[in-house]
């Protein structure tokens, strides 16, 4: 199992000042998405920038629809997601939808998601949450499960599962596991409670060390990815840059404190 930390936790700072935060923690792999601060970057200063920082980049996740410029769609940002991992050496791109406000978009993920499913590097789609299933411009076959595992059975696809999307339902993120697991190449890892996602492990009220044992008796080789929002104080009370760090290696901590009496392998 490869451990991660994605860099989705912030959309205030600049690229530089987020890679940098992340540089401070106890891990150097990350999973490098493409927010509104990196958008408009060139790739180039991003990859040097990495480098600078001696960060090892193990997935992308494309921007969301809200920062495509006219003109662009999906596939338009899978494709420079692919160069980019190409660049880095990274071997999985994330890449969903957010909005439905069209039929269209829907049919084109899922047109690009069997385009790319023969590709050298996986691209995965990833379960949405409940809020979402409970929205009309929103609904989505990635808000229900049946729906979902129909789709990655039938063409082939990967899956970043997403815990606390799945949480939001009230079901139990064991049994998402295995009920998605044959699919799973990245695991968004974060805590959950009374709403809130995208938590602080160990302050919500999922069985974060149980999943993370559960998943590594199963064998699960491929990536595990904390991915918290340390800027939307309701969800964690994050107020600098200090506090950022030290957020990121509790959660990092929680999961190496459960991998100690664990048969499977890690790899940090």
């Known amino acids: 199992m490869i451990i991660s930390v994605s860099t989705g936790a912030f959309y205030k700072y600049s690229y530089k000042e987020i890679l940098d935060i992340v540089s401070q923690t106890n891990c150097s792999n990350i999973e490098l998405c493409?927010?509104?601060t990196i958008v408009d970057v060139p790739f180039s200063e991003i990859i040097k920038e990495i480098e600078k920082k001696n960060l090892?980049?193990?997935?992308?996740?494309?921007?969301f629809e809200f920062l495509w410029k006219p003109g662009e769609d999906e596939k338009i940002w899978i494709n420079k997601s692919v160069d980019l991992a190409e660049a880095l050496g990274a071997k999985v791109i994330t890449t969903h939808i957010t909005f439905k406000d069209t039929e269209s978009l829907e049919e084109q993920h899922k047109k690009n998601l069997i385009e790319f499913r023969s590709h050298d590097i996986t691209v995965c789609t990833e379960n949405m949450p409940s809020v979402m299933a409970n929205s009309p411009t929103m609904d989505s076959f990635l808000c229900h499960s049946s729906e979902l595992l129909k789709f990655l059975n039938e063409f082939g696809i990967s899956l970043t599962f997403d815990t606390t999307h799945w949480a939001g339902y009230g079901k139990s993120v064991i049994d998402g596991y295995n009920l998605f697991k044959d699919y799973?190449?990245?695991i968004h890892l974060s805590d959950y409670l009374n709403g809130f996602e995208h938590k602080i492990l160990g302050t919500g009220d999922l069985p974060v060390?149980?999943?993370?044992?559960?998943?590594?008796?199963?064998n699960y080789?491929?990536?595990?990815t904390i991915e918290l929002d340390l800027e939307d104080k309701k969800r964690n009370p994050v107020e600098n840059k200090i506090q950022a760090v030290?957020?990121?290696n509790s959660s990092l901590q929680v999961?190496?404190?459960?991998?100690?009496n664990c048969s499977g392998g890690s790899k940090i």
């Open 34 to 36: 493409l927010n509104n």
């Open 56 to 63: 090892t980049v193990c997935s992308i996740h494309t921007p």
């Open 184 to 186: 799973i190449r990245n």
């Open 209 to 218: 060390k149980e999943f993370i044992q559960a998943v590594l008796e199963d």
């Open 221 to 224: 080789k491929y990536l595990l």
């Open 246 to 248: 030290d957020a990121l």
């Open 255 to 260: 999961i190496y404190d459960s991998l100690k």
